[in-house]
């Protein structure tokens, strides 16, 4: 059995080829059910978040389940799969795995590190669950990745430090005013920056948000996205005097808050601070706005400082973080080793104690004087030689961390001991031919 997995990432496939790859759309659900048809599939989650769409599978043959994928690619999409097949990347068992753990861990994250993902990886395992598309494969790998997304962070400090300017913005809001449930967020913009931004704050639990921009449509737009309130333009300074932390993100060439207009709103505010994140070029916030008693205001160059800082400490947390993987990925590959081997090991087992009950029953006249305690003590003597001379070589099979050398060592065991033969007798020699081919070896080597 083979862990297979066909998926597109942000790394790899532009937006406008990932959206409409998009299984979250129609739930997970529908995706499942519509995968478990498939032949060569026996197991399946379907992990859907806006920056990839992967496949996980549980196969017997990776091809088949390479052409069953792309086929259910282009039917559940309704799309050529040829525009989609040079962005496809695809790794089995041990690489597959390692995959897996590198996204539960936070390392293939557009942003590295961040912590939703990984609460993602597990609801695409519980859909998978609750649909009843997972087996012993995937019900080992995954919960197997949540333990790795733990380790990473537990044991290493990659999730700390903010590594783009909108969460960087986010971080010293919470560092100014701690717990971000109770403040009152406006944004000023409704463009790229200023939606990361509002909802790196959303994310962490602020309960009021208010978004204005020059064209009302925009601001509702973003607003309905993220649960918030559009404000006309024309209420701005009112809107500021209620504000705790203002995000000003606009495409203006002059400011549009001058330290009179700031100072003004701070009157009304009692002491109460304001923190001003300008993340515009040019700048939204006259820089004397910051001169201001209880006014913190931080532009785009303050938070790509933070953000510079941070990802060189975190560097050294990557190399911490991808150790990690690659000890789990290790165990992982011995387990995934040891079930190619379990067919071979159960044969084998089988054959031995065949040959062991065959041959008690040959000796069953001889034994039929014995006591019963005696018979019991015979049966039990020679099931546990049979145990002791199968522990190495089953040891030995299960342990072993490469695929191939497990698969390698399974044929051979197949072929020496005939575990594919239906009767046990027929994997022993005749013993008259054996002592013809023995004397004609002899003859060979005989000067």
């Known amino acids: 059995m083979h862990l297979f997995l ?21 739930g997970l659900d529908a995706a499942l059910a519509a995968l478990a048809v498939r032949p060569s599939t026996s197991e399946a989650v379907v992990l859907s978040t806006c920056n990839r769409a992967e496949l996980y599978v549980a196969c017997d043959e990776v091809a088949s389940a390479r052409a069953d994928l792309l086929g259910f690619l282009g039917e559940y999409h309704g799309l050529d799969t040829s525009a989609v097949f040079p962005h496809l990347y695809e790794q089995v068992d041990g690489a597959a795995a390692r995959h897996l753990f590198r996204v539960a861990g936070g390392l293939d994250s557009l942003v590295v590190g961040e912590p939703q993902i990984l609460g993602q990886v597990k609801d695409a395992y519980a859909a998978a669950t609750e649909g009843r598309t997972v087996g012993p494969v995937l019900n080992k790998v995954f919960p197997w990745s949540f333990t790795v997304g733990k380790r990473v962070r537990t044991e290493t400090a990659l999730s700390e430090g903010a590594v783009s300017v909108s ?28 939606k990361l931004t509002a909802r790196h704050l959303k994310a962490q639990g602020v309960s009021r948000m208010l978004i204005t921009s020059r064209t009302l449509a925009h601001a509702a737009a973003l607003a309905e996205t993220i649960d918030a309130s559009p404000v006309p333009w024309r209420d701005l300074l009112v809107t500021l005097n209620q504000a705790d932390i203002v995000i000003t993100a606009t495409g203006a060439l002059l400011p549009i808050l001058t330290r ?8 009304g505010r009692r002491n109460r601070p304001l923190f001003l994140i300008d993340i515009a070029l040019p700048r939204d916030v006259d820089p004397a706005v910051g001169d201001l008693d209880s006014v913190f205001l931080y532009n785009i160059d303050d938070l790509q400082a933070i953000v510079e800082a941070n990802l060189t400490r975190r560097a050294s947390e990557i190399t911490k973080a991808e150790g990690i993987v690659a000890d789990e990925v290790k165990k992982f590959e011995v387990w995934l080793s040891a079930r190619c081997a379990i067919p071979t090991v159960v044969a084998l087992r089988q054959r031995f104690e065949a040959i062991r009950r065959q041959e008690l029953d040959r000796l069953q006249p001889k034994l039929a004087g014995l006591p019963p305690e005696a018979k019991a003590r015979v049966d039990e003597i020679t099931r546990l030689l049979v145990e002791k001379l199968l522990i190495t070589p089953t040891e030995q099979l299960k342990s072993t961390p490469d ?45």
């Open 6 to 26: 066909l998926g597109v990432s942000h790394k790899t496939t532009p937006v406008d080829i990932r959206e409409h790859l998009d299984f979250a759309a129609r």
């Open 260 to 267: 009179s207009q700031v100072e003004g709103a701070m009157r």
């Open 167 to 194: 969460f960087a913005a986010t971080a010293l809001a919470r560092k100014i005013f701690g717990d971000l449930k109770e403040r009152t967020v406006l944004v000023i913009g409704a463009g790229e920056m200023g």
């Open 403 to 447: 695929p191939e050398r497990v698969r390698s060592d399974a044929d051979a065991l197949t072929r020496l001991f005939a575990l594919d033969a239906e009767d046990p007798a027929q994997g022993e020699p005749d013993r008259s031919s054996a002592a013809r081919r023995a004397d004609d070896a002899g003859k060979l080597v005989t000067p």
